[in-house]
């Protein structure tokens, strides 16, 4: 059980590398807010197989509190892209 384990913790390792990878080059924001929350959600993910593998109840508490800053970083993101759509609208409209 173990072992399957740890090969599930790399396979997710991995999947953390592919989504810094798709940080790294981009191109749009969105594309990294993405690969972001690939990264909340993986990671959640690694810690738990984690501690159930080395037996750390610890590492639970952990991927909560992953899970919820991951909730947190979209919100932020999405009420920020908003705001810019907004202000671009606003902008637009005192032009004309």
Not at 8 to 20: E, K
Request: aromatic fraction near 4%; charged fraction near 15%.
């Amino acid at each position: 059980m173990i072992l399957l384990l740890d090969a599930v913790a790399a396979v997710l390792l991995f999947l953390l590398l592919l989504g810094l990878l798709r940080i790294w080059r981009g191109p749009a924001p969105a594309d990294r807010m993405l690969a972001s929350q690939l990264f909340g959600t993986t990671g959640v993910a690694l810690l738990l197989v984690l501690a159930e593998s080395q037996a750390e109840p610890a590492l639970r508490d952990v991927a909560l509190v992953l899970a919820l800053l991951a909730v947190l970083s979209t919100v932020a993101f999405v009420t920020r892209v908003l705001r810019i759509a907004n202000a671009d609208s606003a902008g637009e409209q005192h032009d004309a």
